[in-house]
């Protein structure tokens, strides 16, 4: 007769075993990354005046006062032909942002400029939405699109268009974030470390290896006609960049992945709205999954494209898992109090080897090739804290993909960001689901205790850190972040040949300091990667 120490001792098992397969995946990336490193995407010359075509820059924007302006004065110091650079400033908001965004639309029209500040009577699609809406008001062939949250070298155009310019294959060409707050909190940190895992292990190896890969809804320049061939923008699902993405890849157009081409932006620096971020990207990417998975499968592609389609559309699946193994570890652990050497390294080491020990190889190595070795050594430390975040999300994504697979809708909800002002205002509500979080951060301190007065030294590290995530994000959630994170940032340069002095502005506020725009620190400990 089964035994409950069996029955929990097998749950604990079979988990971390479907969780090793998500484990494998995150080093078979890593493995495509080096093996195809003669395959990433060659660095273009610039393009040059009398081959520069036609390009609209287009800003979706909403509820955004802190950084709105700052977005603007970017993209408008852009090094592009005046005639045929067009800016579109696409804002739904329904607060102040609109006085401020228009007075600075009218302000370079004024000298000149090509720009529109575009306004729709209603938030139908949301960001999508406004994308389309724009596209029906300007025929350019070419399409750029950044978040309000980001800062564009003026050299952007310069560099990311020649992948367009000189292929006619090609329909999208994505750059690589990077953090103008890196540097401020411990989340922050630890995001930037997730995000360069993503920019780099995730996009390098899916772009060299010639699997899908997707455009991050920002920092990339579309060819129209890769547009229209899909379809067009789509709001059924919440990520419509990478719905779109896939339904142009499969209609034959080839996307460009620029891992050398750096734009900088703001991480969200309150665990609410980080939390809200990754609800969305992880239920987004679970309904692109169900829509898109069955199109992909009947694709006249070849085999390992539609596995790793899968992997990067279900990747979220694996959060469901983990509140399974989460609730049933520190159980498993008190059931080995009495057993063998050999069962207690049965029950540590899966977890050490399946669920960490591939992370942080994943991770650190995503370091190394955004700064060489000394940000390798000095990110390092950062790593178990990045996997205590990403454990800590648990509650969070799993949430998120139990919506999706359930078929629940719900709005868009905007990142919130704050330019480094007080950005109360804008703030997310608290919900239920930070009492869980500190409910789990509890259970683990508890568990953690347990495994030192035991002896379980093996399991110490991860029940610490499982403590340690829970604990930072929920009792995160409680405190208000601090306005004090980014630094002044340098105002971008102007376009070739153009002073580009701003004409003085109404705003309706004193205006906020900007970050610092960090360039590329290749080989250094400074700023580099999202």
């Known amino acids: 007769m089964l035994t409950l120490p069996t029955l929990v001792l097998g749950a604990y098992f079979v988990t971390v075993g479907m969780l090793s397969i998500f484990g494998i995946h995150r080093l078979t990336l890593v493995i495509l990354y080096y093996w195809n490193r003669r395959n990433a995407a060659a660095v ?16 979706p924007v909403f509820n955004e006062r802190y950084v709105v302006e700052r977005l603007i004065d970017s993209v408008v110091a852009l090094d592009w032909p005046r005639d045929r650079l067009v800016i579109q400033v696409l804002d739904d908001s329904t607060d102040d942002t609109v006085a401020i965004a228009k007075a600075a639309v009218d302000a370079w029209a004024s000298k000149g400029i090509q720009i529109t500040h575009e306004r729709r009577a209603d938030r139908v699609g949301f960001k999508a939405g406004a994308l389309a809406e724009g596209l029906r008001r300007n025929d350019a062939p070419f399409i750029a699109v950044f978040d309000a949250d980001f800062v564009v070298p003026s050299d952007f155009l310069r560099r990311v268009m020649g992948s367009l310019v000189e292929d006619d294959s090609v329909g999208m060409v994505q750059a690589r974030w990077t953090h103008i707050n890196r540097s401020s909190t411990l989340l922050c940190r630890a995001q930037a470390v997730l995000l360069d895992g993503h920019f780099i292990m995730e996009h390098g190896a899916r772009s060299r290896s010639g699997r899908f890969f997707n455009f991050n809804g920002t920092a990339g320049v579309w060819r ?42 703001e991480l969200p620096e309150d665990a ?19 829509k898109l998975l069955p199109v992909v499968w009947k694709a006249p592609v070849d085999l390992s494209r539609k596995i790793e389609a899968s992997f990067h559309m279900g990747n979220n699946l694996a959060y469901p898992l983990m509140v399974a193994l989460l609730i049933v570890l520190p159980v498993a652990l008190h059931f080995r109090v ?15 080897v399946f669920a960490t020990l591939n992370l942080a190889i994943f991770y650190a190595l995503s370091e190394k090739e955004v700064g060489g070795w000394r940000a390798f050594w000095t990110r390092l430390p950062l790593v178990p804290f990045v996997l205590a975040l990403g ?28 330019g480094g002002a007080d950005a109360v205002r804008y703030r997310l509500p608290l919900s239920a689901q930070t009492l869980v979080e500190i409910g ?22 991860f029940v610490g850190l499982f403590a340690l995530g829970f604990l930072q994000l929920g009792l995160g959630s409680l405190v208000k972040p601090s306005p004090a994170a980014a630094a002044p940032a340098t105002r971008p340069a102007p376009a070739r040949g153009e002073s580009h002095t701003r004409p003085t502005a109404p705003t309706l506020e004193p205006p906020t300091v900007p970050p610092q725009v960090a360039s590329s620190t290749r080989g250094t400990t400074a700023e580099a990667g999202r």
Do not use: C, M
């Not at 273009?44 to 800003?59: E, F, I, S």
């Not at 547009?227 to 719905?243: K, M, N």
């Not at 609410?272 to 169900?290: D, L």
């Not at 999300?393 to 704050?418: D, H, I, Y």
């Open 44 to 59: 273009t010359a610039p393009v040059a005046d009398a081959d520069a075509p036609t390009v609209l820059v287009q800003l």
């Open 224 to 265: 129209r006609t890769a547009i229209d061939d899909a379809g067009g923008w789509s709001h059924d699902t919440l990520v419509e960049d990478l719905d779109l993405s896939y339904r142009s890849q499969l209609a034959g157009w080839r996307f460009v992945y620029r891992q050398d081409i750096e734009v900088p932006a």
């Open 272 to 290: 609410r709205a980080f939390k809200s971020q990754q609800h969305r990207w992880a239920k987004g990417s679970i309904q692109a999954a169900r």
């Open 338 to 352: 009495r057993s063998s050497l050999l069962v207690g390294l049965a029950v540590d080491l899966p977890i050490f």
């Open 391 to 418: 454990a800590s999300l648990t509650p969070n994504n799993a949430r998120a993909v139990t919506e999706a697979l359930a078929g629940q809708e719900s709005p868009f909800v905007r990142t919130p960001k704050s």
């Open 440 to 461: 789990f951060g509890v259970y683990y301190t508890a568990t953690l205790g347990y495994a030192l007065f035991r002896g379980f030294w093996l399991a110490v590290p």
